[in-house]
């Protein structure tokens, strides 16, 4: 059974910057696409960056580029957001993803494809 579990979350300034972890057990971590997500109240989940397996290949979410990096080390089955320039519009929980097969990217849409965290909450103060 996959279990992802975020940590990193916490109030902050606008401006201030942020890194969350995603630690992965269950699966080959190193086979798998992962990706963050995050949901604000009363809003839908909305995707904020995917990792491919390899850690080669990135996406982001239109809201975040430029100030969000994915990334991932395989050794630790971790992967990582590390979010600049934090604006309140980014106050949500943010929810860690894994793929649902070896090789294949987190689904950006069908989320229930994806395995779940239960997420951490980002608040961003101005």
């Known amino acids: 059974q996959v279990q992802l579990v975020e940590s990193g979350g916490g109030t902050v300034q606008a401006g201030d910057s942020l890194r969350l972890s995603c630690a992965a057990s269950g699966l080959t971590f190193s086979r798998y696409g992962m990706g963050w997500f995050r949901q604000a109240p009363e809003k839908e989940r909305e995707f904020v960056a995917r990792?491919?397996?390899?850690?080669?290949?990135?996406y982001y979410g239109d809201s975040v580029k430029g100030r969000f990096t994915i990334s991932r080390d395989n050794a630790k089955n971790t992967v990582y957001l590390v979010m600049n320039n934090l604006k309140p519009e980014d106050t949500a929980v943010y929810y860690c993803a894994a793929a649902n097969g070896p090789y294949q990217t987190v689904h950006t849409t069908r989320f229930h494809l994806n395995s779940w965290g239960q997420g951490t909450q980002v608040t961003v103060s101005s």
């Open positions: 990792i491919n397996w390899s850690g080669e290949t990135t």
